[in-house]
């Protein structure tokens, strides 16, 4: 069972719940966004570049504007097509192309089991996923682990965000958002920067080692760590 100040949990998607290889799955999804973006005269490398220019805008976000501002405000002007054409076509995108890349994905059974056994304990269950997707694609993801927004609490969107991990203001941000104390939270991430962030702002940690991100070589031995697995029985929510 968790700690007994602990109230909220806060999950990871990409390589937490949702199990992948992180560079296997941005090459496929970069392979079909550039297939849809091909009609409107975009070409494949000067789109994938703008792609990663207003995404590192997000993760650069001062707070002064949401996510989703910065990512168009940068890709339109490099790809020279108005946002109000552009928009609705990603959008459509993330809901029904986007699906194709769950092939680069593996299975996880024990996420939905974790999230609805969590709820059922009483605790709030937020998904806080790096928050560089609209919510339809963030719908698509978690639809291949059994999961949808609903689920949540609360959902970290670039629609609904002002920041990204690893600042630690994104952490701020969620617990503000929800009225808790940091030290009410724990997050469940992979990430041994992006998610340990965290603890910068008082949440504890679980790390998950199935996908692990660890390029920095962070001590893992300060936190938590295991399977996804693991994490049932961690938390108690093995049933």
Request: hydrophobic share 40%; proline share 6%; charged share 20%.
């Amino acid at each position: 069972m968790l700690a007994k100040h602990i109230t909220t949990v806060l999950f990871d998607l990409d390589g937490t719940l949702l199990p992948m290889d992180q560079m296997g799955f941005t090459k496929t999804y970069f392979g079909l966004l550039v297939q849809k973006a091909a009609p409107f005269g975009l070409k494949p490398q000067p789109t994938i570049d703008a792609v990663w220019a207003g995404t590192k805008a997000m993760v650069k976000n001062d707070g002064s504007a949401p996510n989703d501002r910065r990512f168009w405000d940068t890709f339109c002007p490099l790809v020279g097509v108005e946002e109000s054409v552009l928009r609705p076509v990603f959008d459509k995108f993330y809901a029904e192309e986007f699906h194709g890349a769950r092939s680069a994905c593996g299975e996880n059974p024990c996420a939905a089991q974790a999230v609805r056994g969590l709820k059922a304990q009483g605790y709030d269950v937020v998904l806080a996923t790096n928050p560089i997707f609209p919510l339809v694609g963030v719908r698509t993801r978690l639809s291949w682990v059994g999961l949808a927004p609903e689920d949540f609490s609360l959902v970290t969107t670039y629609e609904n965000s002002r920041f990204c991990k690893p600042n630690p203001a994104y952490f701020q941000e969620i617990v503000e958002k929800l009225g808790k104390a940091p030290q009410e939270c724990l997050m469940v991430g992979n990430d041994g920067v992006e998610d340990t962030a965290a603890a910068q702002v008082g949440l504890s940690l679980y790390l998950a080692t199935d996908c692990l991100e660890n390029g920095d070589k962070v001590d893992l031995s300060q936190f938590p760590h295991g399977s996804f697995q693991d994490f049932l029985t961690y938390s108690g929510a093995a049933g």
